[in-house]
C-alpha cells in the first residue's frame, strides 16, 4: 500500500516556500495516496517558543493547511503532539541511530551555529524524531522540499538499521518525493539562501497571510541584477535571483521556466515582477481569505485536530506495540 506522512512545524505562518515546496504538493497528492498530515509542535520545541504563540501559529498552521487544501475527512490532519506513539517510537529509534550520523545533519550544523556545546539535545535527535513521525505509520512515501533530502536519507538509514538488527522487513524505506518548479525556494533578498520562517527579514520571504499590497511591495523590493531577463534557461546559471523569481512563477502558475522565460525573456525586471505580483496574488488570497474564514472558530479546529489525532493514534498505537515485542519489551 502506498502511504504518506509529512509534516510542518508551527513556528510562524506558512510562506510561499512552505506552499510550493511542500504543501501544494500534498494537496496534489491526496487523489492517489492514503495521506497523513501533521502539524509537528514537538518539533517547534527544539528552538525556543512562547507557549501562546505556539498555540496560536498550530491552529493558524492548521487553518493554513485546510485553505490550501488539505481534505480532513480524505486525509488525516493532527497535531504531532497529540500521538504519543511519536515519542515513544523516537527513543527506540535514538537507541539504534549512532551519533555520527546526527553530527553529518547540516541542518543542525545551520542552526546550532559555533555554539554546538550550547545547542539543546533535542535540536540534535531533531532527525530521530521525524523517523518516528514516519515509520510509526510505516508510510512509504514522503512529500517534502528539497532541505529536507537528507533527513529522509536518515530515515532510510534508521529502518534499514532496525530491519537488520531483528531480522525483518518492518519498516519500508521512504521514498522521498521532492517535484515542481520550486523545490527550494530561496530568500528574496538573496538568492543563494533558503526562504525561511526564520529569517529575521519580514521582506525576505512572501507568508501566507500577506495582502497583495504586501506581496506587489515584496516583489517590487525584491533583489535582482540589472539586466533584462534571458530567454534561455542557461541564462538563469550565475543569476540566483533572476532564477528563483522565474521558478516561483512557473510553480505559481503551473507551467515551467523555459515556457517563462519564452514569454518574458529580454523584458526588464519590473514588467516581470508586475506579471509576478498578479499571479502570486490569484493564487494566494483564496487561500488567505479561507484561513481567516476558518481561524473565527478556533474551537472547530481544535475539534477537528482531535479527531485527527484519534485517527493517527489508533494507526500508531499498533506500529509501537509491534515494535516493542519485537525489540523485546515485555507487553503492559
Ligand atoms: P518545515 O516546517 O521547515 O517546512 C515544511 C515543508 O516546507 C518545505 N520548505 C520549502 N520548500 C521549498 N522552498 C523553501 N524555501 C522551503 N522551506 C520549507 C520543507 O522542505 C518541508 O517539506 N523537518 C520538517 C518537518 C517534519 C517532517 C517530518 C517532514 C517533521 N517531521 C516528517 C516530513 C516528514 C521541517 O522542518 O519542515
Redesign the pocket.
Known sequence: MKRI?????P?HTM?L??Y????RNWADLQKDFECLY?V?DL?ALTIPQDPEILRRNTRELTAALLAAGIDPEGSILFA?SHVPGHSELAWLFGCLTPMGWLSRMTQFKDKAGKHRDQAMSGLFT?PV??AA??LVYRATH???????KQ??ELTREIAGSFNHRYGVEYFPLVEPQIFGA?????SLRDGTK????SDSSDFSRINMTDDADLIAQKFRKAKTDPEPLPSAIEGLADRPEARNLVNIYAALARTTPEAVLATYGGKTFSTFKAALTDVAVAALSPVADEMNRLLADPAEIDALLRRGAERAGAMAAVTVGEVRDLMGLLRV
Open positions: 506522512f509529512s509534516g510542518i512545524q513556528t510562506t516556500g512552505n510550493l515546496g511542500a504543501v501533521c509537528v518539533h504531532q531533531y524524531l521525524m513521525d514516519i514522503v512529500p517534502v522540499g528539497e532541505d529536507q533527513h529522509l520550486a523545490t527550494r525556494v530561496m533558503k526562504m525561511s520562517k
